[in-house]
């Protein structure tokens, strides 16, 4: 069995104003050329296809062309992520099953494998812990809990399917492994963290969610995303996992390198340097994060670094050695905070007070119906 893991396409989303549509679509020529020169038996599609719940017209339609050209070559088993709206992402799944292209949103489904070949494939799209708690009577509300039920229910099934590998698509947040910038927090609402050991003794397990190749432990693996949707990306290698399955063995994993329209990278010192360093010249046709660390606000600095680096998108502002809140950027200072730190923190410059306990349950309260709703739509 050869299997092909990709994840997180984001389809619709831009960087920093940019377009990213078309880098998208080339991604998806490279994928079908990779399908089609690699002879892939099926193709794992680990969820977070589109950005937002309502995706935009053109990214529907990329959405579309892809999966036709994919079920003219190869079968594809594809989950909801965090950022799908299930109802949409699963409208017409009966009918695209005839096609070869199964879509699966529904938690109740986890229990019910695509057969392929000597796999049987399980898709669990993201399991949202509150919306699955009372119906499959969890004692908890955590990201684990909800998890650990879908793998007890696909375990159960696998032990009647003989000799057939159980291969997994899940779109989570397993422990330990390395976020970035651009994946959105899934930790309210219970713990979000899952055990790479839930996964243990499936053929290979094809995860979604952090944007990062990684390895979490034999055969668990995220694919990452195609395209760097944050500068802090840049240190990443982006593209698809070609899996070989053979009954009884570890799985082979190899990396499948995808184009890269325009890489990314981040650009720190004194704008004089930065203008005048001839090392720099590899990083002017990259979309650059840069921050100048001169002792006084240069004037016109994002005028004068598009000169030399006309795709700058992002510019920020740290002197050398001064440390204030006035000097680290908005992402800079929200990076480890979550949702509701941060509207407590609203709170507090709106009222001269911390938020109350009761205000901050309120706000949790509010958070938790947002998230619920979002993700039964």
């Not at 994946?183 to 713990?191: C, L, T």
Request: net charge negative.
């Amino acid at each position: 069995m050869r299997l092909l893991h990709t994840s997180d396409w984001h389809l619709g989303r831009s960087f920093h104003r940019e377009d990213l549509l078309g880098a998208q679509a080339a991604f998806v020529d490279h994928l079908v050329d990779t399908v089609r020169s690699e002879r892939v038996d099926c193709v794992l599609i680990s969820g977070d296809v589109y950005d937002r719940a309502l995706p935009a017209v053109d990214a529907v339609r990329l959405c579309n062309e892809t999966l036709v050209r994919l079920a003219d070559l190869t079968r594809v088993v594809l989950i909801a992520g965090n950022h799908d709206s299930v109802q949409r992402l699963g409208f017409g799944s009966a009918l695209m099953d005839a096609a070869g292209v199964h879509v699966r949103t529904d938690p109740g489904t986890v229990g019910e494998p695509v057969l392929i070949g000597d796999a049987a494939v399980y898709g669990i799209p993201y399991l949202e812990p509150e919306l699955v708690r009372h119906p499959w009577e969890l004692d908890e509300r955590s990201h684990s809990a909800a998890l650990t039920e879908a793998m007890r229910r696909v375990r159960a099934d696998a032990a009647r399917r003989g000799d057939l590998a159980p291969v997994v698509l899940s779109h989570a947040f397993v422990t330990g492994g390395e976020a970035s910038d651009s994946e959105r927090d899934i930790s309210v609402g219970g713990a979000a963290n899952v055990p790479a050991a839930v996964f243990e003794g499936v053929g290979y397990a094809a995860l979604g969610h952090l944007h990062g190749k990684q390895e979490m432990a034999p055969g668990v693996w995220y694919s990452g995303s195609p395209l760097a949707y944050s500068f802090s990306e840049d240190k990443q290698h982006k593209g698809s996992l070609l899996v070989e399955i053979a009954s009884g063995g570890e799985p082979s994993v190899e990396f499948v390198e995808a184009p890269v329209p325009r890489r990314v990278a981040r650009l720190r010192g004194r704008i004089g340097d930065l203008l005048t360093d001839p090392s720099l010249e590899k990083y002017e046709d990259r979309w650059l994060q840069v921050t100048l660390t001169d002792a006084q606000r240069p004037s016109a600095a994002m005028e004068r670094l598009r000169r030399r680096f006309p795709h700058a998108l992002v510019l920020g502002f740290d002197p050398e050695g001064r440390e204030s809140e006035g000097t680290r950027s908005w992402s800079e200072r929200v990076r480890e905070r979550s949702d509701l730190d941060i509207a407590g923190d609203f709170v507090t410059e709106v009222s001269q007070a911390p938020a109350s306990a009761a205000e901050r349950d309120l706000l949790h309260e509010a958070f938790e119906s947002c998230r619920q709703k979002e993700a039964a739509t």
